[in-house]
Structures are given as structure tokens and as C-alpha cells.
């Protein structure tokens, strides 16, 4: 049974940082790509980051970018995802998600796998 368990999420003032972490099991993900996702009370899922099978590439959303940075090991079956200067508008829950590709893209529907969800709020 395939599962991705998040951690890392929190409160935290404007201008600080936090790292997610997202554990898979199950089975191994260094062939796929991997992503992260936002949601915000009332919005709709939105991209967030995504990561290729060996990290070479990534690609962020314009709202996060240059402030957030994810990263995987895949020996440890774990992606992460570091925020810094956070805003209050980055304040939603955030979900990993797997795609079962070598490659890369922000479309939600292509993943396949989701992590649980981890509340992040940050304070003004």
C-alpha cells in the first residue's frame, strides 16, 4: 500500500521559514516526479513546486518563487520542500503529491499519489 506521510508544517511569523518533509512507503519513487500543492479556505488546489526523478530540474509558481526551494533523496523515498520569507498569503494546507513520469508539470491530474495534507499558517 502505497503512502505519503507529510510533516513539517506549522505557525510561523511573516518573514520566517519552515520545511516540509514527505516520506513515501510502499514502494520506491526515484523513477517519478514529485510535487507540491497548496490549498487555501475557500481556493481552489494550486501548484506549488514540482521536481523531476533526479532533481536536475525544477519549476516553481510565480507566487513562490525565489522564496521556496524543493528538493528530494531518493534513497530516503522523501521530498521536501523549503519555505522561506513566508507571507500570510501563503497560508493553506499542503499536500505532496507523486506523477508517475520521468518528467515534469504542474497539471494536478497527472499525479497519482497524495500525502495527507499539512496545515502551514503564517502570521502577520
Known amino acids: 500500500q502505497v503512502q505519503l506521510v507529510q510533516s513539517g508544517g506549522g505557525l510561523v511569523q511573516a518573514g520566517g521559514s519552515l520545511r516540509l518533509s514527505c516520506a513515501a512507503s510502499g514502494r520506491t519513487f526515484s523513477n517519478y516526479a514529485m510535487g507540491w500543492f497548496r490549498q487555501a479556505p475557500g481556493k481552489e488546489r494550486e501548484f506549488v513546486a514540482v521536481i523531476n526523478w533526479n532533481g536536475d530540474y525544477t519549476y516553481y509558481a510565480d507566487s513562490v518563487r525565489g522564496r521556496f526551494t524543493i528538493s528530494r533523496d531518493n534513497a530516503k523515498n522523501t521530498v521536501y520542500l523549503q519555505m522561506n520569507s513566508l507571507k500570510p498569503e501563503d497560508t493553506a494546507v499542503y499536500y505532496c503529491?507523486?506523477?508517475?513520469?520521468?518528467?515534469?508539470?504542474?497539471?494536478?491530474?497527472?499525479?497519482?499519489?497524495w500525502g495527507q495534507g499539512t496545515q502551514v499558517t503564517v502570521s502577520s
Open positions: 503529491a507523486v506523477r508517475p513520469y520521468l518528467s515534469i508539470s504542474r497539471d494536478q491530474s497527472t499525479y497519482i499519489y
